[in-house]
């Protein structure tokens, strides 16, 4: 009744933002990533009705999560058992990177569990599992790039990733910099419910992402990196336009994000193609071809001396069983 895995963090191209049903976690669009070769969450989860209680140690500590608790309570619901959970992890990004990822983190918990549980769960079911921790969480059961399907059905029965058919020749990169390693002062799923509850730009926000998850779908077909990074780079800045326009308003961006935003639009005047991207944080991502990867890097490194370059990284796996 134990069993570890491992599952790699994603960075969206194409973002989720704002769900349509919070308890199942079902999102107003549909949303594209890339998952990371670099930074990944270790898993060991192990059922027992000897346990009194669900435990949860993180890189070494005990603590409480109620997103963990609240997980394993719907885990239990869904494979019809009682036993409690103890369950370690371990996030293996550079230290404190603020890199650190619910994505992974539900990825590697569901995958884990559902094998110490004695269960052959597939990818699609994994993925539904996972995304009823952290919606982010069902494209990282996937390597390589992954299509989180928002579904139309009320239950969430239709709403899981997979990985995306016609994947890119290109050989992409991701190059991340981090600027504050701090934790965030308003997480994902508060920042979401406000900008659903609030902003009037949510509902463009929706018929955007759509159109841009069509665009990079046909890009992605035909190799266009142009149109790839262009699509990227207008989806992050209209995720985060919805956020500027909410009440009270809000942003996550810092004058470093801009600063690295300013760099990348050199770069390119530079002919070096790199788009930019970020999340629910100050962080930027670039997305580059790796033939470039380096002078990206070395562009970057004048912001911040933590940058990291990544690949399309694999999917979840189970490392160990009993
Ligand atoms: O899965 P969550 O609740 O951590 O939300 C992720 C939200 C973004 O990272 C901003 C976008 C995305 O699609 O990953």
């Known amino acids: 009744m134990k069993a ?9 191209l194409i973002k989720y933002w704002g769900k349509r049903d919070k308890t199942l976690i079902l999102p ?7 998952t990371l070769d670099q930074f990944y969450t270790e898993t060991t ?3 027992s009705d000897a346990f009194m209680t669900d435990q949860f140690t993180l890189n070494g500590s005990r603590i409480e999560d109620t997103k963990v608790t609240r997980f394993l309570t719907i885990l239990r619901q869904q494979f019809g058992m009682t036993e409690k959970a ?3 992890s371990t996030n293996h990004v550079p230290t404190a990177a603020g890199l650190a990822s619910s994505a992974s983190a539900f990825a590697a918990l569901a995958l884990a569990a559902s094998k110490a549980a004695g269960r052959e769960d597939d990818d699609e079911t994994l993925s539904r599992l996972a995304r009823l921790g952290s919606g982010s969480a069902s494209r990282s059961i ?3 790039f992954a299509l989180w399907q ?3 059905d009320d239950t969430g029965i239709d709403s899981y990733a997979y990985p995306v058919v016609a994947p890119t020749e290109l050989d992409l990169a991701m190059v991340v910099a981090v600027v504050d390693a701090g934790p965030k002062k308003i997480d994902s799923r508060l920042g979401m419910q406000s900008t659903v509850e609030t ?4 509902e463009a926000w929706t018929a955007t992402a759509e159109k841009d998850l069509l665009t990079i779908q046909d890009a992605f077909k035909a190799n266009d990196f142009k149109i790839i990074g262009e699509t990227v780079e207008r989806n992050a800045l209209s995720m985060h336009a919805t956020t500027m326009a909410a009440t009270p308003p809000f942003s996550y961006l810092k004058p470093a994000s801009f600063a690295i935003m300013e760099t990348v639009h050199a770069l390119r005047e530079n002919g070096i193609e790199a788009y930019f991207t970020m999340d629910a944080g100050p962080n930027v991502k670039v997305l580059c071809l790796t033939k470039d990867e380096q002078q990206v890097q070395t562009a970057l490194a004048s912001h911040t001396d ?3 370059i990544c690949h399309p990284g694999p999917k979840a796996r189970v490392i160990a069983h009993d």
Not at 4 to 12: L, P, Q
Not at 28 to 34: D, H, T, V
């Open 28 to 34: 107003a669009n549909s949303s594209l990533s890339m």
């Open 199 to 202: 902003s009037p730009y949510f």
């Open 150 to 152: 928002k579904g139309t």
């Open 86 to 88: 103890h369950v370690t």
């Open 4 to 12: 570890t895995a491992i599952a790699h963090t994603n960075i969206a």
């Open 45 to 47: 989860v192990e059922w």
């Open 306 to 308: 933590q940058v990291y």
């Open 142 to 144: 996937f390597g390589d």
